[in-house]
Structure formats: C-alpha cells, structure tokens
T-cell receptor, first 111, second 112 residues
Framework: DVKVTQSSRYLVKRTGEKVFLECVQDMDHENMFWYRQDPGLGLRLIYFSYDVKMKEKGDIPEGYSVSREKKERFSLILESASTNQTSMYLC??????????FGPGTRLLVL | DAKTTQPNSMESNEEEPVHLPCNHSTISGTDYIHWYRQLPSQGPEYVIHGLTSNVNNRMASLAIAEDRKSSTLILHRATLRDAAVYYCIPGAGGTSYGKLTFGQGTILTVHP
C-alpha cells in the first residue's frame, strides 16, 4: 500500500515563527502536492512538484514556499506564520497523472 | 479547470444503493473524471476515475454520460462507513501533472 506520512498531526506555533511541514511518500511517485483545507472553502492547492527540485504554484501560494531536495520528501515552509494560516494542511502524491494518495493531515494553529 | 456542480448533500439508508450526480459541462476532451471521498478527520481517498466508458471497482461504479457532461457515482449498497464528502473532479489530463481542483463536494449521510 502507498503510504504518505506527515511529520505532525497537530502543531501550535506563534505568529512570526518559521514553520516546516514535512511530507514523505514511499512509492517513488513523481508528483507531490500541498493543500490546505478550511471550512466552507474546501481543499485548495498551495504548491505542487513534478520532480526533484521542480515546483509549481497552485491556487494560493502566497505566504508559502516549498522544497523538494529528494524525490520522496516535499516540505512546505511558512516563512513567517500568521493567524490566517491556521488550517488543516494535507499532502498528497501521485504517479504521473494517476490518482493522488493523501496523508492524514496536519492541523496547524497559529497564535 | 472544468466547472462542476454537485448537490450540497444527500441522504441514504444503510444497504440501499446511492447515486451521486455530478455535472461537468465544460470538461475538456483530455480530462478524466475523478471521484474522491473524505471521511471525517481524514485526508481524501481515491474512489474511482474514468474517461469515457463506465467503470467498476470494488468500491463503486462510475457511469459517464455519452457527451461526458455529467457522471454518476454509484455505491451499490451503502454502509455507515460510506458517510463522507464525495468530490467529483474533472482534470489531470494532458500535461497537468495530475493536478486536481477540489470543489465543495456532496455530503453523504447514511442512516442505519
């Protein structure tokens, strides 16, 4: 079975802190994605990557950056966390244009 | 991205079939029709996808209209575990790198 793991299920940070969210997949997938999910707004794509060191902006990239130094790992970085970045963050991976496999999510609270 | 229309919510009784509709009238010729579902407190999970022909797997069936402007996800016998938000997503065709755009989905409630 494909496994996508995220570094934390719950995270509490303070405004202005730098936050790293890590995602690891074990199936050699080329594509990896970061979404955030908010009540009433659904899942929105932040960034995605289709290869090592390659990244593309999604629908809401502002305030975020990403890093993909190894194929299995895709990191989401909040350079200076703000309260409006309190959300559920979901990572996913896929092979080419095949179905996406999601991790369990990280619930981030920024105080 | 193709615009989709799904009912906000639907209800079913346990062990009855459920037909979840989706309209995607602006779908492009290379876009697949994907269905995902999200159980409470979990990430979305893949259910089924198709291009033109009807598709069946162990979880569900997908019926695609001949003009591809609509599709229906069929759960043959709903269980309580099928209570979830169901997302219909046209996309991931061509050179999109598998990118999908999730809408609001349909909240399915299953009654015992």
């Amino acid at each position: 079975d494909v496994k996508v793991t995220q570094s934390s299920r719950y995270l509490v940070k303070r405004t202005g802190e730098k936050v790293f969210l890590e995602c690891v997949q074990d199936m050699d997938h080329e594509n990896m994605f970061w979404y955030r999910q908010d009540p009433g707004l659904g899942l929105r794509l932040i960034y995605f990557s289709y290869d090592v060191k390659m990244k593309e902006k999604g629908d809401i990239p502002e305030g975020y950056s990403v890093s993909r130094e190894k194929k299995e790992r895709f990191s989401l970085i909040l350079e200076s966390a703000s309260t409006n970045q309190t959300s559920m963050y979901l990572c996913a991976s896929s092979l080419a244009t095949a179905s996406q496999y999601f991790g369990p999510g990280t619930r981030l609270l920024v105080l | 991205d193709a615009k989709t229309t799904q009912p906000n919510s639907m209800e079913s009784n346990e062990e009855e079939p459920v037909h979840l509709p989706c309209n995607h009238s602006t779908i492009s010729g290379t876009d697949y029709i994907h269905w995902y579902r999200q159980l409470p407190s979990q990430g979305p999970e893949y259910v089924i996808h198709g291009l033109t022909s009807n598709v069946n797997n162990r979880m569900a069936s997908l019926a695609i209209a001949e003009d591809r402007k609509s599709s229906t996800l069929i759960l043959h016998r709903a269980t309580l575990r099928d209570a979830a938000v169901y997302y219909c997503i046209p996309g991931a065709g061509g050179t999109s790198y598998g990118k999908l755009t999730f809408g609001q989905g349909t909240i399915l409630t299953v009654h015992p």
